[in-house]
């Protein structure tokens, strides 16, 4: 009668003692996924920005959203005017006003968006999940979580409205 319950009581110790074998495992698996997906995504940012730079495009506007724990000026929407490849305005859309440039400073030429992205894969962010427009390649979404742990230090970008300005 006391040979089962030892065995018993010996088989829950051992299993017991292993608990932290088991972690090491999910942590090596969330280390692999979060390799791959780097790989993932940055085979997708070499094809997308490829079909920007092929496209050739240098002045055009483009709305920004910024959903940040920030100020409302730094969270849009606003649209950019870039000429020669360089902002030359950012506007509120809500008031037709200039926003201050700093606030977009990461964010106000579609290359800048690229490096932001290029970024977060270098960083190993935790998360990073991007839409890009299929013809153009440009990023028409962009969600970075770059630690699971810590709150408030996501980016979440919505790029809207590109046009192709005339000369």
Same mark, same amino acid.
């Given at each position: 009668?006391?040979?089962?319950? @030892? /065995?018993?009581?010996?088989?829950?110790?051992?299993?017991?003692? $292993?608990?932290? +074998?088991?972690?090491?495992?999910?942590?090596?698996?969330?280390?692999?996924?979060?390799?791959?997906?780097?790989?993932?995504?940055? =085979? =997708?940012?070499? *094809?997308?920005?490829?079909?920007?730079? =092929?496209?050739?495009?240098?002045?055009?506007? /483009?709305? +920004? !959203? $910024?959903?940040?724990?920030?100020?409302?000026?730094?969270?849009?929407?606003?649209?950019?005017?870039?000429?020669?490849?360089?902002?030359? !305005?950012?506007?509120? #859309?809500?008031?037709?006003?200039?926003?201050?440039?700093?606030? @977009?400073?990461? &964010?106000?030429?579609?290359?800048?968006? *690229?490096? +932001? /992205?290029?970024?977060?894969?270098?960083?190993?962010? &935790? $998360? #990073?999940? +991007?839409?890009?427009?299929?013809?153009?390649?440009?990023?028409?979404?962009? $969600?970075?979580?770059?630690? !699971?742990?810590?709150?408030?230090?996501?980016? @979440?970008?919505?790029?809207?409205? *590109?046009?192709?300005?005339?000369?």
């Amino acid at each position: 009668m006391r040979l089962p319950i @030892f /065995i018993s009581a010996t088989l829950l110790l051992s299993l017991g003692l $292993n608990l932290p +074998v088991i972690s090491e495992t999910n942590a090596e698996k969330t280390q692999f996924q979060t390799q791959t997906n780097n790989n993932l995504n940055s =085979r =997708r940012l070499r *094809f997308n920005k490829g079909l920007w730079d =092929r496209a050739n495009i240098y002045n055009y506007h /483009i709305t +920004v !959203s $910024n959903s940040c724990f920030c100020i409302t000026d730094a969270r849009g929407p606003v649209v950019i005017r870039v000429r020669n490849g360089q902002p030359t !305005s950012i506007t509120s #859309v809500a008031t037709g006003q200039p926003v201050n440039p700093q606030f @977009f400073q990461k &964010y106000d030429t579609i290359p800048e968006l *690229f490096n +932001v /992205i290029q970024d977060a894969i270098n960083r190993k962010a &935790y $998360n #990073v999940d +991007v839409e890009y427009n299929a013809k153009l390649g440009y990023p028409t979404k962009i $969600n970075i979580d770059y630690d !699971s742990r810590i709150a408030d230090e996501e980016i @979440f970008l919505t790029i809207e409205n *590109f046009q192709e300005l005339k000369k």
